[in-house]
């Protein structure tokens, strides 16, 4: 009789999530994850510039297609990018406990936290014009209008922590219509990840969330210093990376989200700050009659 | 070979024995050398020549029905001047328009040493008669063509008929000579003196089906004395494609050595970025040898390249990645 072997587990290649494909790094680096105790999670990509260029491509191809989707169909996303999330609850929870540093009744208020904020701004999407959006009084005869519109490409490098952080930073820079590039959190790649899958499963169109796992020290500076990127969030930089980003960004007047001053509590309400930093006004001045 | 170069073409049955004599293709092996060429890498000081050599190689290429006269003198002004801000970047090597539109595009370029090429013989399917065909041709060289990309019958080469496409070919070579030379002194810039128009002679190698037949169109067009041997018209999809390249820079080589007549190579057609140009840069170097790595002997048929080429000229220079909105569209 032959004996009983036990089964070998699948484990799975974390990889990187651009133009709505998961490639592995052009560069062909990945770099291992650690428990906060030291132990081996997974290895999980380590990205370059060209990844990272890459991306910026994935997103500007994008852009035209999310931008002039209705707002609502936006949101209707969204929404169901939370349904998805909702449904791998088990998944998160899982990962999120195995970094280490929060137990799994923390992780899993984590995980709804982050299920309820993308519902929040997928409610957003078609409000958020009622409310930065005016009819100006003008001294003269015309309809004056203005609407907010999406910046462009932006670039988030993601706070740390492995799941509400990235989700409060992306679904804010999306919904308006912009597309972006993320650089995931170094130490916590893996819900990154399995958000990406979460994404990719959502009728979100490839290219309007790009995620790249690796050193945010390395990518971003080539973020913040490409010419076809409109807008950086710098959430996720440390004051030296966010000085270097923020004098690279310069070259092309990007929008510069600053890093927080103070430690932020991703459970509060957000607000629309971060909406509104990757917005821009478009005002119309149309005639009255002839 | 059995019968002298110069007598293939008495009768058809000459031609067609020539023609099927000529060695088969490996497939595979053309695919896989290609596919292994391309993977040279290619970087900094190199990379640097590499892309200024490729765009003073470009034939930068309008060939839309919506084309206008504004269109296409704006592609002239940034053919001389890729790159407004930068004084460094070398012009390309010419541009590329429909027959009715050369007139505005020589006038553009006058005394700036870009050439101008003109598709004709019906392009770019090539379904006329060849009366239409040449004097398509001749008007063309007389509005001041200096080239003439022309189309094979390819209808007639899958039909097996190849004396009608090699006096086709003739014809009109002939047609780019007679205008050229009755025309010559009368332009500028125009078609190069009593020498006529060069003539391209476009495959279309995406209907040829086979790479045994891109070996025998190549030797067709190259024993009916085309200048150059163009992979596509860029209507037809797949364009130009690496292996195909690599089979007629091969039969170019080839007929260097059988006949001393130097032919050159313009592949074209969805050729869109530096690494896919720099890709044939390699081909070319590696399969016909360096002494076709100028742009009187290769050239590339493209026109979104051009900005890629300079976006990525400008990465090298400024070490931050280009963006496409501080290039001119085209």
Same mark, same amino acid.
């Given at each position: 009789m032959s004996e009983r072997t036990e089964r070998l587990s699948v484990r799975k290649t974390y990889k990187l999530f651009i133009g709505g494909a998961f490639p592995r790094s052009e560069s062909g680096r990945s770099y291992v994850v650690t428990s906060s105790k030291g132990d081996f999670i997974a290895n999980a990509a380590r990205a370059s510039r060209k990844d990272a260029r890459d991306a910026v491509s994935a997103a500007r191809k994008a852009f035209p297609g999310w931008s002039g989707a209705t707002a609502y169909n936006r949101g209707q996303i969204l929404y169901r990018i939370a349904e998805m999330l909702e449904g791998r609850r088990a998944q998160f929870v899982a990962e999120i406990t195995a970094v280490g540093g929060v137990g799994a009744k923390q992780a899993g208020e984590m995980v709804d936290a982050a299920v309820d904020r993308l519902v929040w701004y997928a409610g957003w999407s078609d409000k958020i014009g009622a409310v930065l959006g005016s009819a100006n009084p003008v001294a003269g005869p015309y309809f004056n209008l203005s609407s907010p519109e999406p910046t462009g490409v932006v670039a988030v490098v993601a706070p740390q922590g492995p799941l509400l952080g990235l989700v409060s930073v992306i679904a804010p820079v999306i919904v308006t219509g912009n597309t972006c590039v993320v650089v995931a959190c170094e130490r916590a790649p893996l819900p990154a990840i399995t958000l990406a899958e979460v994404l990719a499963t959502s %009728?979100?169109?490839?290219?309007v969330v790009n995620i790249l796992t690796g050193s945010a020290a390395e990518i971003a500076p080539w973020l913040a210093g490409h010419? %076809?990127?409109?807008g950086i969030d710098l959430t996720g930089a440390d004051a030296e990376l966010a000085v270097t980003c923020e004098e690279l960004a310069a070259e092309n007047l990007k929008r510069v989200l600053r890093p927080p001053v103070d430690r932020v509590d991703w459970l509060a309400d957000p607000g629309i700050e971060r909406m509104t930093a990757f917005l821009e006004t478009k005002t119309v001045w149309h005639p009255i009659g002839v | 070979m059995t019968t002298p170069l110069a007598e293939v073409a008495s009768s058809p049955s000459t031609l067609r024995a020539f023609l099927h004599g000529l060695p088969g293709v490996d497939r595979v092996g053309a695919d896989a050398r290609a596919a292994m060429l391309g993977t040279r890498s290619i970087k900094t000081t190199a990379k640097k020549q590499a892309i200024d050599m490729a765009i003073r190689m470009v034939d930068l290429t309008t060939l839309e029905g919506a084309d206008t006269p504004g269109k296409v003198r704006a592609m002239c002004a940034k053919a001389v001047r890729p790159d407004p801000g930068d004084s460094s970047v070398p012009p390309v090597a010419a541009v590329c328009v429909y027959p009715d539109l050369v007139a505005t595009a020589v006038e553009a370029l006058a005394g700036s040493g870009v050439k101008v090429a003109s598709v004709a013989t019906s392009f770019p399917s090539g379904r006329s008669s060849l009366e239409v065909k040449v004097a398509e041709t001749s008007l063309a060289v007389a509005a001041g063509a200096a080239e003439i990309d022309m189309v094979i019958d390819r209808g007639a080469f899958l039909a097996g008929d190849y004396l009608k496409v090699y006096e086709e070919i003739v014809a009109t070579k002939e047609a780019c000579g007679r205008a050229g030379g009755a025309q010559g002194g009368r332009r500028a810039g125009g078609a190069q003196g009593g020498q006529g128009a060069h003539l391209k002679v476009i495959l279309e190698t995406g209907e040829l089906a086979t790479y045994d037949n891109v070996r025998r169109a190549s030797w067709l067009a190259m024993i009916a004395g085309a200048d150059f041997i163009k992979t596509s018209t860029g209507k037809v999809s797949p364009a130009a494609t690496l292996p195909v390249t690599l089979v007629m820079l091969e039969a170019v080589r080839d007929f260097l050595a059988a006949t001393g007549r130097k032919v050159g190579v313009k592949p074209a057609g969805g050729i869109r970025t530096t690494k896919d140009a720099i890709k044939y840069l390699v081909l070319v170097n590696e399969t016909a040898g360096p002494d076709w790595l100028d742009p009187d002997w290769f050239r590339l048929g493209a026109s979104s390249l051009l900005n890629d080429l300079l976006m990525q000229r400008q990465k090298m220079a400024t070490g931050r990645y280009a963006g496409p909105d501080y290039f001119t569209l085209d």
């Open positions: %009728d979100l169109p490839g290219g010419m %076809d990127v409109n | -």
